[in-house]
């Protein structure tokens, strides 16, 4: 066989480094995600697909991550069969279960579930069933892999689990106001970066009435899932690319927490949490931040 190397030098691009060693990439917004988006309707599957800004041939909402909602009605039942390393579902509402092939797992209002690379799960409704779900399909199709490993096993973490863990973190400052009061959900598998799997962050955080929490910012994309705050606007995350010298951020962006929807924070964006309400509110922020913190380029930074 003779070596047909014309063909093979088709695709060899050069790029003058100046003008290509920064390039332009397809922008990340602050986005909103409404609870009106499943409010009624059939059961069914409600992605947050971003694609076409994000300017991929796949569905995604971050370049890593997909996330969307879950509507199951009642005694109804719907498989998801993502492509995904990490899996993670939050009972936003409702309860029934989840059957994948090394179980099934009983869920309800408030739960949180992670599975790892398994081929198809079958969630089925007792009542009318809301679910929030968060993978890292596009990180895997950007790749072009198909995972043949199973990193962790399924984790089950209640919702009187997690608030037993918060009340704990709760009691630990009583009295002070640090700049955070929440719960790292974790797994054994990911010692070194106590994440929720390998790329997958998430933290249940409270944010008492009356608080503000200052800015912070992070190279990890955050999908922030309110699961509760008071009626109205009072209680919102304020959102912009750069802070003044007072630690103040330069015209932030507006995310209000309204429960059961969720937004977008944009990588290595400064965002601060604000409750101005008299209700205490819990966000549930869903990262990439399993596989920026375990590459060391998280650049966590917050103003005290
Ligand atoms: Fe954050």
Avoid at 228 to 256: C, F, R
Wanted: glycine fraction near 6%; proline fraction near 7%; charged fraction near 20%.
């Amino acid at each position: 066989m003779q070596a047909n190397n014309l063909n093979w030098e088709v695709q060899a691009e050069f790029r003058e480094y100046l003008s290509a060693v920064n390039p332009e990439m397809p922008k990340i917004d602050v986005q909103v995600f409404p609870n009106t988006l499943y409010g009624e309707g059939a059961t069914r599957l409600i992605p947050f697909d971003l694609s076409d800004s994000l300017k991929t041939v796949y569905p995604a909402t971050t370049p890593n991550l997909y996330a969307g909602y879950l509507r199951i009605k009642a005694t109804e039942e719907l498989t998801t069969n993502f492509v995904a390393a990490s899996q993670m579902f939050f009972v936003i509402k409702g309860s029934g279960s989840t059957k994948m092939d090394s179980g099934m797992i009983a869920w309800n209002t408030g739960d949180l579930i992670t599975f790892p690379a398994i081929e198809s799960a079958h969630h089925q409704a007792s009542e009318d069933s809301i679910l929030f779900w968060v993978n890292d399909a596009p990180l895997l199709k950007y790749l072009g892999v198909i995972p043949n490993e199973k990193r962790f096993e399924p984790v089950l973490y209640t919702q009187e689990r997690i608030t037993q863990e918060l009340k704990k973190v709760r009691a630990l400052y009583e009295g002070k106001n640090p700049n955070r009061i929440g719960v790292l959900l974790s797994n054994p598998h990911f010692p070194t970066t106590m994440t929720l799997t390998q790329t997958l962050w998430s933290l249940y955080n409270i944010l008492p009435k009356g608080i503000v929490q200052n800015p912070h910012r992070h190279n990890s994309i955050a999908i922030d899932h309110c699961v509760s705050a008071g009626p109205g606007s009072d209680t919102y995350t304020m959102i912009g690319k750069d802070i003044d010298e007072d630690g103040h951020i330069i015209n932030p962006i507006k995310a209000v927490w309204s429960p059961g929807s969720t937004f977008i924070t944009p990588p290595g964006w400064w965002h601060s949490h604000h409750n101005e309400s008299n209700q205490d509110a819990i966000v549930l922020p869903i990262q990439d931040a399993g596989l920026i913190m375990n590459m060391q380029v998280l650049d966590f930074k917050m103003i005290r």
